[in-house]
């Protein structure tokens, strides 16, 4: 029977490594209820100010919750990663980090402090601009294969900081599994963000996530892909393939490549014929393009013209 398990807000690490243990074992279908912590483990508040961003500790971004160890997962399986419910805390901070971002005029540090509400699906900027809440999580991963310590940004091949704003609740993503186990972990819950989070961040903030784990043996992925669920819109949402690459054309040759493979397979039609569907049905997105050195492209297809899994 599927059980639910909890990992709290003082369990965490800071950098990917398949040499840390994991703090929970769970069995396919499992569901894994997680506290986040704030981004910056709690180095802005409520209370701080734009002067606080000058004082922040580089060492202590994007505390992991996890890592997970999935009974079954071996290297060449793909890992399901079923999200079921993202609830942000009460409050959120966007800043301009000057050195980051796309942007490098932007020089003077700014923040803005969110106000945010569980019943709210929209949160109030300036000039009483409404910002309509979509929260989701910009890190899940898996360990990478190589043996050391690795930064949670950027992203790669084992997912990471992606930074997918389509991975909201009823979302599902599926990384390449390097490890026995998977090794899973997340964080940086978001509440909001646009294609690219341009400025370097979204609406940053705690809260709680609670997934659940499959698995699909033998996928062979290269890069994750996930099936998204509709952000506005009657649509049914879409399914996305993603290229992550240090070259911007590179990365969006690799999503398109990884989605015209899979409706090759999965509509059982030509190479060619998946070519000119994407070229006419799909959308290109930019997911992230502030995590140097690695950028994340999106090809996205309508889910009504796939089959689903």
Request: with cysteine; proline share 8%.
């Amino acid at each position: 029977m599927p059980r639910t398990n909890v990992v709290k807000d003082d369990v965490f690490h800071y950098r990917w490594s398949k040499s840390h243990p994991p703090v929970l074992n769970v069995k396919p279908g499992d569901r894994v209820h997680f506290e986040v912590n704030e981004t910056t483990s709690w180095q802005l508040t409520e209370k701080s100010k734009a002067e606080d961003i000058a004082k922040i500790d580089d060492a202590k971004l994007y505390p992991l919750a996890g890592p997970v160890f999935v009974e079954g997962a071996k290297p060449g399986d793909a890992l399901i990663v079923n999200v079921e419910s993202v609830k942000p805390a009460s409050w959120g901070w966007t800043a301009i980090l000057p050195g980051l971002g796309l942007l490098e005029e932007f020089t003077s540090p700014e923040l803005y402090i969110w106000k945010l509400t569980s019943a709210s699906k929209y949160a109030s900027f300036v000039k009483k601009l409404r910002i309509p809440l979509n929260p989701f999580c910009g890190v899940l991963g898996v360990t990478p294969p190589e043996d050391g310590y690795f930064d949670v940004m950027p992203p790669g091949k084992h997912g990471g900081n992606m930074d997918i704003r389509h991975l909201t609740n009823g979302a599902k993503v599926l990384l390449p599994v390097w490890n026995d186990g998977a090794l899973f972990s997340v964080c940086d819950l978001h509440a909001a963000q646009g294609d690219g989070e341009v400025c370097v961040t979204a609406i940053e903030c705690p809260g709680e996530v609670t997934l659940s784990f499959d698995l699909k043996k033998n996928a062979n992925l290269q890069t994750p892909c996930y099936y998204s669920k509709p952000l506005f819109g009657p649509n049914k949402g879409y399914f996305g393939t993603t290229g992550i690459s240090p070259d911007l054309m590179d990365a969006t040759k690799q999503a398109l490549r990884a989605m015209i493979s899979f409706l090759e397979e999965n509509l059982d039609i030509s190479r060619a014929q998946a070519y000119m569907l994407c070229s006419v049905a799909g959308e290109l997105r930019t997911h992230e393009i502030v995590d140097r050195p690695n950028w994340v492209v999106g090809m996205m297809m309508p889910r009504n013209l796939i089959k689903e899994d």
